[in-house]
Every structure is written in structure tokens, then in C-alpha cells.
């Protein structure tokens, strides 16, 4: 690890390197054969080719390690990493030489390098260090995107580079990221999966069936651990991976191009018809936990990740070639890309051919765990999936390391835009002056607490008092769903994120007579042994536009809402008592809809409005709103509340409707072990949520409301009540 | 104004009217001819078709004026004269009688209410009230669209209808527009503009010359006010709108469409040709003041209009069918509209024949005032007017009462987003909750303030001292442009904003060597008879990514920074000392792309990073970033900076370039009377602005800075040193 000097540096980008003669690249070769390809693969050609063809006007570039995450060696290496692929596929493709000759030199510039390289000098600790970059996941990235690349070449190289290049380049980098890193490649864990597919990969293109064996059933071949373990471990019977879907997207691609691989060389192993086509299944899933083709941002996830990433244009790919699903066209055309593969070419022939329709999204119940039995996310949806309805219950686990402590928090998304929402994670991905792209601290001290998601905040500690590993333990209970048009409610309960406290949360998305938008019904169930102080918030995206209540300011000296768990960071707007539900409530703008929460106010509660960003003298945070309602010195309790969507603002044509709540008031009964939620709107209509919590769905409930007797069948329903 | 119901109430919009039957609207008549029009004009007028057809099912609505702005009367009188006016293009176009009905019946209800209408009840003055609105800007605006639905269907009319409609309605409220409120129709202002577009308009449909002239020349027919005198005091010769983009929009409708009328009732005015063709060269210019197709919001400004916009619809086919200008063309397929007018269907034909050509945005001296002599508008561009740079000095005039106190602020534009802002004004249009979408306090308080804008405030008070009849007197004088690409440059000073203090400031985007994009460069040089402390804002969009300098930070307790004149609005987040050009920076990030601002810090000059919102206890003010320098104690002094675009964050493919500044350091050097800044890259580049502030373009001048003597001709030049 001394000053050699592999690189040959990117013009301008360092002054440690020197520029390399590279005209052997530039010339064209003209003799290629010519294929007519449908508009979307042709694009993804010419993208390719425009991309390899200006990184061959560079040259080889093959730095020595320095760099962490963003640094000028890291984007460098996953630069190589994508050339080697697309110069790959390219030679495939189109036969032209150049393209087998610029990956061939750079994997030879890379064997020349791998056997010298030892710990990587910005590694955070040596179990997890790489050797090309600062953390191993990043060296089994480079190794999944590479191996193929070289698949792709390999046949045309001599045998002396062949050797070379098997032996000192792959078969050390195979070693190095299994047994030479088996922490990390026994892990069940989305790093590990990674780690399989490299190193499984490599296997099959250097017909090495001892690594292929390790991939898959592990360091010990006992299938503890390794590839087919993972995607029974990591994925719950309905394709849901425990991190959330972030890293579900992550995760997918190392699942689904090592799974085409292994039906490639080993069709026996019906790789995607294991555990009941949990693959596909994952991808569908996948899909389905989006809106605007955005992930849910639970847990760490990085929030302008969208379905337009390379990970996705695999799976839709290698998805829709295997099933034909028409709804994965129309997933297609949205990204706008394909991959250079024969899926790719048969994604954009159908898509051509008008074969797409429009993916099914949907309200759905998606349990976590690997049995289906650690809690579960439940959507539920008006509309198309890009503009409509999507209510969020995340009722799942902790989801591991990257977990966020948020047990029964929820999201909203209308309009396009996420209306109430989810931190995800504080973090500048790749950002050098943000702590190299790492994690932030704030990730910790901020966007990992429960008060700073859509969820139940005891004696201001978050779940768990903030222990993942207590965390893992225990996952909510979903005990009811249903996923009826019109009346889609979700019921979910948390016992031991604090002791001697359980809550139960039922959700619900109701389409209210006379009403623009579905409304969103949330009633919060407190069980308590002893007092306590409960905080709720809600994060929600806008512009207030009218506060209900009286509100005694902070205008001139801004403090902060506590001292720790998250509570530091919150400066405080202002802070009423609203005794009723009919000034219980706050109004904001979102583009060009308005939005009123509105709640039931306890005896002696509080509403702090509030906005993130205190104590963060780096500018680490995002300055967000909030509203929290506190009650204090409470036992049982039950939060109930609303958000309503309405009116519209228009400002090309100056026209503003419904500005304000269309709904006159509402009022929680507590009958027995039952909640009932009533809403009234201005025009008349009423509406009621029953809850009996009672699972069995043929016992009929009966309770009286507004002085109207009302009767249900099972855990929950929707009643329109008489009126206008 | 009794309670007496003319209205017929929408569908539960208000419970205090009726639902009438209106089924003699709903069949339709399907003997009306069809014709085969282009698809932008054939969308218009089945987007009419099926507005129209809509609200003829609910029928004839016309309410007793009660709410103000955005209330229930008066939106329903908003739309009625759109429904006027299109049910009246409607029959002309398809010739279906129901058309002619529905808008009769409209005109018919109004010519029973509007004689019993006495001062609108929700009127702020009686000098400026309205009849059917709360004011008489809205009722001539009233008058415009529905004269044109009327002068469509009038021929149609049975004799008496006719008499009822001509003399109990357009009569009566030309005769109130007029002579009724003589105040406003004799302004010079386009509160003016719509009353005479309105009187004029109707003095050529019912053949009344004297309302026509009245129009034309004044109420006295002197001449000395009305539309022919608005047309030449109210634009520049730049056809710059003093009043600023936004108004400038708005003002422009009733001037082209009243010009259109003059030019087919009276051609031998020769209305286009008016002052060498003002109204002509006006609409280009609004054109001019917009990036991504949104107005700069310079002054009273709504910051979400665009382009998309009912006047320009009108403008760009008025403009179109006058001129046949190609780029106007791909004006009217950006905003995807085009009017239901003859210029309409060519607008529509001519874009369908492929003869649009692109606008050409271009660097631009716009001067301000009826002679061109108020300072001015400078605009400097690189790349197109949607996604390229824009660099805007707004060395303009006050501009009336909507002028805010702003005199050489600037605002950048890059990568289709506003960069360097201006906040535009604190309102929030026709939203009943916003003060009935009133103009807010805060638009006193912060919006026209001059520590709101990225202009020079001393002592901690507003130009002028926030007079603004004392700054309708004094403008900023121009006193150099240079639009040469690569080296574009203005240069304007201001006298008197504050007694005894001058300041000049030239803007200057530059194209230095090795840089992703052409470099701002501000050099402000302040001149005053005593000390005063100096405030020069930056306000900014994005999140902060990078502090250059120690920071002492407000992180738990926020202070406001100020007590007046904006300054109470202000939370600071931290202050700094840098002392060099090499520290003296702040990074941001804005989408996908980052920022550098850099300085040269004066000595004992203090940096404070803050942001708007404080004091503001409704929540009235958006919260947006800001860097102010100050300097305390100071004479004559000289603020020297520059703005950087570098690097590309892609989340997609996780992917970050340049996320740090590519420039090494700035220095600045004053020699004598000369400015000079220069720039050096990390690369090595040199580049140097040179100011001699010399008018006289054939004198050379001479200078020495970092050890290399330089020279240029005239006021300024942009000179690129030996260096890599």
C-alpha cells in the first residue's frame, strides 16, 4: 500500500495521477452488426455506448484505494464497476471488439492491483473494511456488477489474461468477501446477500462449484446461512424485507440477478419458484410500497430514492420476463429505462407493442417476519399510485440495525405529495462535507426516535427506550384489516415498547359523504398501569393557513421542546389548550390542497406546534412542521383524530374552494371496550367508526351515538348515519 | 340591499339560496356544425365545452355581492364572466343556440340585479369599492370578459333583451366605472387600464363613441389620462412595466385585448403602431421577465404565476396573429393554452404545421420610467430560459405602491430552480383564511423591506426609510451593460436611498476556465459622508452543506435579530468572523446541484446565518435561509463576492461530484477608483473583473493585481489570466 501509482486519474478530478494514452479506444468499430431494437432498449444502447465511449476517451482508471464514501477513489471504483458491465453487455450486444478489449485492460489493471491491497484506509472497523472500497458491501457491489461484465468477455480473452484475470482478480476477491469476511458474509442480512451473489456468480463463470455451494447454503454449506437462507429470513411470506423498503430495493437487485444466474446454470434448483415464488413476490411488493413511484421512507431510508434506480430496472426486467406481467410495462415506461439484457430487449419489444397496463396498486396487508407473524405494514388506497390515496399504518418490526423506533406510526400521501411523513434517515448519501456521505449523527439523536414519527412518544422516551436490540424482541400485532373500498380500516397493537404501557392504534381510510378526499380516522388506544405523560404528533408537509385555537407564541425567543431522545431538536412555535373539536384543529396548504387535522382534546391536554432543527449547529436536519398533542398525569386514554383533505387552490386562474375543514365537528364515544369515532360535516352527513375490537367477525356489536343507536358486525366498520 | 335573493345557489356551496331547474340548458344540439381545428385550439374549446355544459346544469347563478375576495359572491361572480364569455365564443364558434340562452340568461339576471346595487358591503374604501365585488378593479375586470361573451351573443337577442341588457347593465356599469368612480379610471395605473379597457369595449358593442373616447382619452377627453396616455406612461420604451413582471401580466391583458378591439373598430388609429409599437414589444418583454416560464418576482409579486396564465393566453395569440413571431408559437405550447378567438385557431394551426421556433430568451438592458430614463432591469443569460442561467439586477424604480424597498437587489436563477431569491409578496391570493387573501401585515413589516432582499441596508432601516412616495422620486441610474457571452456585465448606482450614502454595484456572469458553470460576481462599493453599519443579505435556497468558518451558534435558544424595518422577522441560527476568502464561504445544495457563496470579508466584519420567520405568530411568512454580512462602524467600503454552481448530487445512481467549491480564492483589489476581483480556481485558473467605472468605452485603463499588470478599454471587462 505505498505510493503506486495504478490510477490514471479522471481529467482534473486529482493532481496524485497521471493521464493515460488511451486513442486505442476512440476508433469505431463500423463493422458491427446492426439490430433494430424497440425505442426504450435502443435508448439504453445509446446511453451505454455514449457512456463507455467517453470513459474509453479517458482511459483505464483504476486508483489506489484512499478514499471513504463520496471520496474521489470510491466513485471511481463503482465508475469501473458499471463500465465493466456496460462494456460487457456491449460487446455482446453489438460484437464490436473495443467495448471486450476496454473491460478486458481494466480487469487486468484491477488483477494487477487486488493481490497488493490490504485494509482499506478509511475502513470504520476491520470487520466490515473492503479492500477496493471503505466498506465491504461496497466491494460485493463491485463484484456482482463486474463478474457479469467479465462474463460477458471472457471467452474472447486469451488464456494467459483469462488466468490472470480468474486467478488474481476474482478468485482473491471471492475469497477475500467470503471466508476472508465471514462475519459479514454469514450475516442474514442484506450485506450479506451481496456478498452470495458475488461470490455465487463468480463461481459459475469460473465453474467453481465449491463457491456456488458457499453462496448458496453458506460458509459451512449447511444452508444455516447464505443465499436460499436469506430470502427465506429476510422476506415475510408476503415479499416484505424487514429493513423496509429502501433497503428492500436494495436488496432486491443481489436477490434477483444472482436468482437469474442460478436458474441459468441451474435450472433444477427452480430458483424462482422457492418458497412459493417469494422472489417475484418480493418484487411486486416491492412496487407496491410507493407512491409517486417513491419508497415509504421508513426506517434509514434516503428519501429521493424512486422506483427509477438500477436495482428496479433489474428487478421489472428479469420480472417481467419470467412472469409477463403487463402491470411491469407500465413500471417500465415510468422509469424509462431497461437493462442491456435479453429481459431488457423483451421489455421493450412488449412495451412497444402496447402490451403495458397499469400496475395494480393496491390496499394490502403485507406481513413482516419470516413467518408472517412479526406485525405488518397495511396500505390502504384510493386512486392510482402515482396521484390518489395512500394511507400508511407501518405496524412491522424494527427491521434490525437500520430501524427506526416508530412502532404503529403512520404516513399520508395525496396529491402526489406526502402530506403527513416519515423523516427517513438523516443522512447526505455520498455527500463529502456531510460526514463523508455516512450516516449523521442526527440519525441517532434525531430521526431514529419515536418523536420524531407519526407515533405514540411515553414520558418523552422512545420505544424501547431506544434499545434495538430490546427492539428486535417484540413486533406490534396487526389484529384486524380490511381492505374495503370505502372503508378501509387497520387495527394494530404494541405491548412492551414501554413497560406496563400498550397502545392499540386503528387507522382508517373512509370516503365521508359530500366529502372532496377519503378521510383519515386515527384512533390511538392507551393501556396503562400508572400515570403518565403521552406525546402525539404529527409531522405533516405544508403551510398553516389557520390554526383553530388560541396559541400562546414564541415569536421573539425560540425554545426547545426537551433535552434528549429526540426532543432537543424541536423548537417551539407556540402552545394552546383547545377544549373541543370544533378549535381543535389546524390547517395547512400542500401545494394546491388544503389539509385540516382535527382531534378530540383531553381535559387539560396541550397542542405544541413545533418545527425540527434545534440543536443542530451543522445544519444536519431538515426544518420540518409538527404538532404535538400532550396530555400529562394520564392513565388510559384514547387520542381521536382526523385529516381531511379539501378545496383547492388555483393560482394561474386565481380561484380558491374549500379553503376551509368541511367538517363541522367530531366526538369520540367510549362505550365499554369499544370506540366509536362520529364525524359531522358542514352539510350534514355523519359518519361513525366502531371499533369493538372484538376479532370474531360474526358477533354483532350494538352502542348508541349522538343519540342514535347503532349496530356492526365484527372488529370494526364504517356507518353512514342519517343526514343529509 | 336588502336580503333579496337573485342568486341560485351552486350545489351546497350556501345554504341561502336555491337550486333552480335549469334543464333547458342540459340537451344538446347536435345539428351544430362541426369543424376540423388543430388540437390546441380543438382541447380549448372542448375544455370550454365541457366547462360551460357543466355549469348550465346547475344554471343561472347570480348572488347579492356580500364576501370579500375569495369569499362565496365573489367567486361566483369570477366565474360567471368566465361563463359569459365562453358560452358567447361558443355559439360564435359552433353556432348552438343553448349557448346564446345560457349566456342571455346570465346577462338577463344581472341587468335585474345591477341596478339595486348600491356600495359592496364588504369594501375597504368607498373610493375604490366595486358593486358586484368588494372592488371596482374586480368589476372592471367583470366588464372585460363578459362585454366580449355579450358583443358574441348580442345580435341573437330579441329587441327587448337587448335594450334590458345594453341599458340596465352595460350602461349602468360603464357609467359606474367611469364617472362613478372617476378616481381610479383617471389613474395612471392598471387598476385604470381594466376600468377603460372595460368602458371602451362596451362604448364599441353598444355603438356609444363618447364611452369610447372616455376611454381613449380621459373622462375631461383631454388626453392626459386614460388608455392611450396608460400606454405610454405606464411601459418604459423597453415595454418594462414599472410596476414589475407580476403586474406587468396582469396589466397587459386589458391592453391587448382593448388594442385588439381599437384595431378592428378604429383601424385607422393604428393602435399596434402606437409608440412604435409598445403593446407589442410589452408582451415580449413579459415574456423576457420569466425563467422556467414563471414572472421574477420582483416587488407585490405571487410567486406561483406563470406563463399558464389567462393574460398571456390572450398575449401570445394576440401577439401571434399580429406578428407571426415562430417563437411566441412555442410560448403557447409550453403553456399547452390558447384562447377561443380567430388568433387562437391560427395560434393552434401554426403550432400543428411545425412552425414554432424556440423563444429567444436573451440578455437584456430593460429601462424603466415613460422615457426609459428610472434606472432599469438587467438580465443576463447563459443557455435557455427554463433550465440555463439567469442572473437578474434589479436596478429599477420603486414602482408604486406595490414597489417594495429593493433598489440593486439581483436574483440567480440555474437548473431550473431560483437560486438567489426574492421573496415576492406575503400574501396568499384569495385564501379566506389569509385575511380574506388580503395583502398580509408581513408584506409591511418584511416583504417590502430592504433586509428581505439581496440589497444593501444601512443602519438596520429600509431605503428611503420605507417612504414610499419618497422613493417614487429617486431612481437607480444605469450606468453600464454589456450582454457579450461570457463576459456579461451591469453595472447601476443609488443616491439618496439613504442621506448621504451612495452605493454602485455591478453584477457581472462570468465564464471562467475549468468551471461547471459561468461564475455571479458582485462588487458593491458603498460611499458615505460617515460611519453606519452595512447589512448585505444573500438570500438563498437550499440546505446548508458546507460553513467555511467557525460558527458560534444559537442552537437551543433563538434570538431574533432585530426590532424594525424587517429585522424582527429574522431568527439568526449563528455568527462567524471569517477573515480570508479561503474560509469565507457557505455551501449549499439546491435539487440536485450545489452552490458556494464566497466573499471577501471587510475587517471586523461579522457573518450571520439566519432565517425568516420570527414574529410572525399566524404563521404568515414562508422560512427561507439567509446569509447577511455586516459591518459595523464603516464609511466608504466595498463588499466583494462571487456565487458558484458546481458538482451534481444523483440519488438514483448514487452518484456525487464537485460537492465542494472549484475555487481556490477570490481577491479583491482596489485601486484608486478601480475595482478589480479576482477568482482562482483549485485548478489554477485566473480570472479577473475589472472595473474603471468609466464610461468613456475608448479609454484603456490599467492595473495590477496578484503581481500581473493587467489593462482593459471602458467601464469594465472580464480578463482571464495566465494560469493552467
Not at 406490534?476 to 404494541?494: D, H, N, R, T, V
Amino acid at each position: 500500500m505505498s505510493g503506486k501509482i495504478l490510477a490514471i486519474a479522471l481529467l482534473g478530478a486529482t493532481s496524485s495521477a497521471a493521464v493515460a494514452e488511451s486513442s486505442q479506444y476512440s476508433h469505431s468499430d463500423s463493422a458491427a452488426a446492426v439490430q433494430n431494437y424497440a425505442p426504450l432498449f435502443q435508448q439504453e444502447l445509446d446511453r451505454s455506448r455514449s457512456f463507455v465511449d467517453e470513459m474509453m476517451k479517458i482511459g483505464v482508471v483504476v486508483p489506489v484505494p484512499k478514499d471513504p464514501g463520496g471520496g474521489y477513489t470510491h466513485e471511481q471504483h463503482k465508475q469501473n464497476f458499471k463500465i465493466i458491465y456496460q462494456a460487457g453487455q456491449l460487446y455482446k450486444l453489438t460484437g464490436e471488439q473495443k467495448y471486450a478489449d476496454y473491460a478486458r485492460d481494466i480487469l487486468l489493471a484491477y488483477a494487477a492491483l487486488y493481490p497488493t491491497l490490504g485494509e482499506h484506509p478509511a475502513r470504520k472497523n476491520s470487520q466490515s473494511s473492503g479492500r477496493l472500497f471503505w466498506q465491504v458491501l461496497n466491494d460485493a457491489m463491485w463484484m456482482v456488477d463486474s463478474i457479469q461484465g467479465y462474463e460477458a468477455i471472457r471467452d474472447s480473452l486469451s488464456a494467459a489474461d483469462r488466468q490472470n484475470i480468474d486467478d488474481n482478480l476474482f478468485r482473491k476477491a471471492a475469497a477475500f468477501l467470503s471466508t476472508g469476511s465471514a462475519v459479514t458474509f454469514s450475516k442474514i442480512h442484506n450485506h450479506a446477500t451481496w456478498a452470495t451473489a458475488g461470490v455465487g456468480m463468480t463461481g459459475y463463470v469460473l465453474g467453481d462449484r465449491n463457491l456456488v455451494d458457499v453462496a448458496l447454503l453458506g460458509l459451512d454449506k449447511s444452508g444455516k446461512t447464505g443465499f436460499l437462507r436469506q430470502s427465506e429470513l429476510l422476506f415475510s411470506p408476503d415479499g416484505y424485507y424487514t429493513e423496509g423498503p429502501y433497503y428492500q430495493r436494495f436488496a432486491l437487485k443481489p436477490f434477483i440477478v444472482f436468482a437469474g444466474a442460478i436458474e441459468k446454470n441451474d435450472p433444477a434448483r427452480k430458483i424462482f419458484e422457492h418458497r412459493d415464488g417469494i422472489l417475484l413476490k418480493a418484487l411486486t411488493t416491492t412496487i407496491q410500497l410507493t407512491y409517486d413511484g417513491h419508497f415509504f421512507p421508513f426506517n434509514d431510508a434516503i428519501r429521493d430514492k424512486s422506483l427509477k434506480t438500477d436495482e428496479l430496472f433489474h428487478g421489472v426486467a428479469v420480472g417481467y420476463a419470467k412472469t409477463r406481467d403487463p402491470g411491469l410495462l407500465s413500471i417500465a415506461q415510468w422509469q424509462g429505462r431497461t437493462v442491456l439484457t435479453d429481459d431488457g430487449i423483451m421489455v421493450a419489444k412488449d412495451l412497444a407493442s402496447a402490451k403495458a397496463k397499469p400496475f395494480p396498486f393496491a390496499s394490502l396487508l403485507l406481513a413482516d417476519g419470516p413467518e408472517g407473524k412479526q406485525g405488518a405494514v397495511a396500505i390502504m388506497r384510493k386512486g392510482d399510485g402515482m396521484t390518489g390515496q395512500a394511507l400508511v399504518a407501518k405496524n412491522s418490526s424494527q427491521g434490525m440495525g437500520h430501524g427506526h423506533f416508530d412502532k404503529l406510526s403512520w404516513q399520508y400521501y395525496d396529491n402526489g405529495l406526502e402530506i403527513v411523513s416519515d423523516y427517513g434517515a438523516a443522512r447526505f448519501l455520498n455527500i463529502e462535507a456531510k460526514q463523508g456521505g455516512r450516516y449523521l449523527p442526527e440519525n441517532e439523536s434525531w430521526a431514529k426516535q419515536t418523536i420524531a414519527h407519526n407515533s405514540l412518544v411515553v414520558d418523552e422516551k422512545s420505544h424501547f427506550n431506544g434499545d434495538r436490540k430490546a427492539a428486535d424482541k417484540r413486533a406490534p400485532e396487526q389484529l384486524y384489516f380490511s381492505g374495503e373500498m370505502g372503508s378501509q380500516i387497520s387495527s394494530a397493537k404494541m405491548a412492551d415498547a414501554y413497560p406496563g404501557v400498550d397502545f392499540t392504534r386503528t387507522m382508517a381510510l373512509l370516503e365521508v359523504k359530500g366529502l372532496d378526499q377519503p378521510l383519515v380516522v386515527d384512533v390511538m388506544r392507551v393501556a396503562a398501569e400508572e400515570d403518565h405523560q403521552y406525546d402525539l404528533p404529527l409531522h405533516y408537509n405544508g403551510h398553516i393557513m389557520r390554526v383553530g385555537f388560541d396559541l400562546a407564541s414564541h415569536v421573539a425567543d425560540r425554545p426547545v421542546l426537551g433535552e434528549a431522545n429526540g426532543y432537543q431538536h424541536i423548537w417551539i412555535d407556540g402552545t394552546g389548550k383547545p377544549v373541543s373539536p370544533d378549535n381543535a384543529f389546524l390547517t395547512w396548504i400542500s401545494k394546491d390542497r388544503f389539509y385540516t387535522a382535527r382531534w378530540v382534546p383531553q381535559t387539560g391536554s396541550q397542542t405544541i406546534l413545533a418545527e425540527s432543527g434545534a440543536n443542530d449547529p451543522n445544519f444536519n436536519l431538515r426544518r420540518e412542521p409538527m404538532l404535538v398533542n400532550r396530555v400529562k398525569n394520564a392513565k388510559d386514554i384514547v387520542f381521536a383524530s382526523i385529516l381531511e383533505a379539501h378545496g383547492r387552490y388555483d393560482g394561474a386562474a386565481e380561484r380558491t374552494t374549500r379553503s376551509d375543514s368541511q367538517v363541522k365537528t367530531i366526538q369520540h364515544v367510549e362505550d365499554g371496550e369499544k370506540d366509536l369515532l362520529l364525524i359531522e360535516t358542514l352539510a350534514g352527513a355523519q359518519s361513525v367508526l366502531a371499533i369493538s375490537y372484538d376479532p370474531d367477525a360474526d358477533k354483532k356489536h350494538k352502542a348508541t351515538i349522538a343519540g342514535q343507536k347503532i349496530s356492526w358486525m365484527g372488529f370494526a366498520a364504517h356507518l353512514q348515519l342519517a343526514g343529509e
